[in-house]
């Protein structure tokens, strides 16, 4: 196997916890089937803060304050590849627009609803933890 081909293996993205009041903000993308914290993948040239605002703002509208980091989760990819998910703790400062189109739905779930869809197992794996901690507060 090629060195390319191993680098290319790894991902490495970045999501956001967003509280406020009691209450997380996940999206839901065309594409997927649960909600899952606004995040994605960095591209060439950006910071894992730039990364995050980015990602944030395309799948939210929201500005946000990083706070500091909160979890780091795995997850095997349908395409084979090893992401690697970090997770941050961040405030949001404002809303300046819309979401992206892939974004089907932006919303703000209680504990008691974060608690139903993790056991109907509708909050993908990389979140778990993190919500699991989220619902024990």
């Keep these: 196997m090629l060195e390319k081909d191993k680098e290319e ?7 956001a916890f967003i509280e406020k009041d009691g209450k997380v903000l996940l999206v839901k993308e065309e594409k997927e089937h649960c ?3 606004p ?8 910071t894992v803060e730039q990364a ?9 509208g929201y500005v946000v304050k990083i706070e500091k980091i909160l979890d ?3 997850k095997m990819l349908k395409d084979g590849r090893h992401a ?13 627009k819309e979401p992206l189109v892939d974004i ?4 703000w779930f209680s504990r008691d609803e974060i608690k139903q869809r993790l056991a109907d197992d509708l909050i993908d ?4 933890k993190v919500m699991e901690m989220f619902c024990k507060e």
């Design 84 to 96: 690697i998910h970090i997770i941050f703790i961040c405030e949001p400062v404002e809303k300046i």
């Design 52 to 60: 995050l605002r980015r990602e944030v703002m395309e799948e939210t």
């Design 35 to 37: 909600y899952e914290t």
């Design 125 to 128: 794996t990389h979140d778990k």
């Design 9 to 15: 293996m790894f991902s490495v993205r970045v999501r």
């Design 39 to 46: 995040g994605g993948g960095i591209q060439t040239g950006e």
């Design 72 to 74: 780091v989760a795995e």
């Design 104 to 107: 089907v739905d932006v919303r």
